[in-house]
Nanobody, 121 residues
Framework: QVRLVESGGGLVQAGGSLRLSCVAS????????MAWFRQVPGKEREEVAC????????HYADFVKGRFTISRDNTKGTLYLQMDSLEPEDTADYYC??????????????WGAGALVTVSS
């Protein structure tokens, strides 16, 4: 059974930092492209960042470029999202996702339950 479990969410002041982690089990982690998405209640879920499993290519949404960094540790089966210079607009539920493909452009296969990030002004 595939499981993706996020951790590291919480409350932080604007300008602060948080690091999200996602531990994957039940799949061959290195064979999956991994991504972070976020969703605000009442709005559509949006991709934050994607990390290829083939060549390490990273894709970021424009609204986080230069502030967030996606990374992975294949030996630990763990995906990370380092979030710096956080803004109140970054407040959302953040989801880890995996796809058996080299990038995230064709949809995701597996999803975590989410981690809430709240940024106060």
């Amino acid at each position: 059974q595939v499981r993706l479990v996020e951790s590291g969410g919480g409350l932080v002041q604007a300008g602060g930092s948080l690091r999200l982690s996602c531990v994957a089990s039940g799949l061959t982690f290195r064979s999956y492209a991994m991504a972070w998405f976020r969703q605000v209640p009442g709005k559509e879920r949006e991709e934050v960042a994607c990390l290829s499993n083939i060549d390490g290519t990273k894709h970021y949404a424009d609204f986080v470029k230069g502030r967030f960094t996606i990374s992975r540790d294949n030996t630990k089966g763990t995906l990370y999202l380092q979030m710096d210079s956080l803004e109140p607009e970054d407040t959302a539920d953040y989801y880890c996702a995996a796809v058996s493909d080299f990038d995230c452009s064709h949809g995701m296969d597996w999803w975590g339950a989410g981690a809430l990030v709240t940024v106060s002004s």
